[in-house]
């Protein structure tokens, strides 16, 4: 079992910047794969980016120079950090592990509302 929480999530301001981090415990070598995800009111769970365990970071089109992905590996922590936010980024912020189980364990998520 794998146990992912996110945290970092609030009120910012357009034009602003955020950083999120997802804290990794458990079974945390059987990650093979992480992932941040958001869904946005009314819409589909999307992928963010991707980073793999031997640190290869994918970034979807849409967002690429706008986020970045960073880990601390000391303390299995998965960064996200977004710049110039639009009200379009409110959104609840998941991150997501897969596992050598064949099993993707999901975080609870955290809130951002991009407002002025």
């Known amino acids: 079992q794998v146990q992912l929480v996110e945290s970092g999530g609030g009120l910012v301001q357009p034009g602003g910047s955020l950083r999120l981090s997802c804290a990794a415990s458990?079974?945390?070598?059987?990650?093979?794969?992480m992932g941040w995800y958001r869904q946005a009111p009314g819409r589909q769970r999307e992928l963010i980016a991707t980073r793999t365990n031997l640190g290869r970071i994918t970034y979807t089109d849409s967002e690429q120079g706008r986020i970045s992905v960073g880990r601390d590996g000391a303390a299995n922590t998965l960064f996200l950090e977004i710049i110039l936010l639009k009200p379009r980024d409110t959104a609840v912020y998941y991150c997501?592990?897969?596992?050598?189980?064949?099993?993707?364990?999901w975080g609870q998520g955290t809130q951002v509302i991009v407002s002025s």
């Open positions: 997501a592990a897969d596992t050598t189980t064949g099993t993707t364990f």
């Open positions: 458990g079974d945390t070598f059987t990650i093979l794969n």
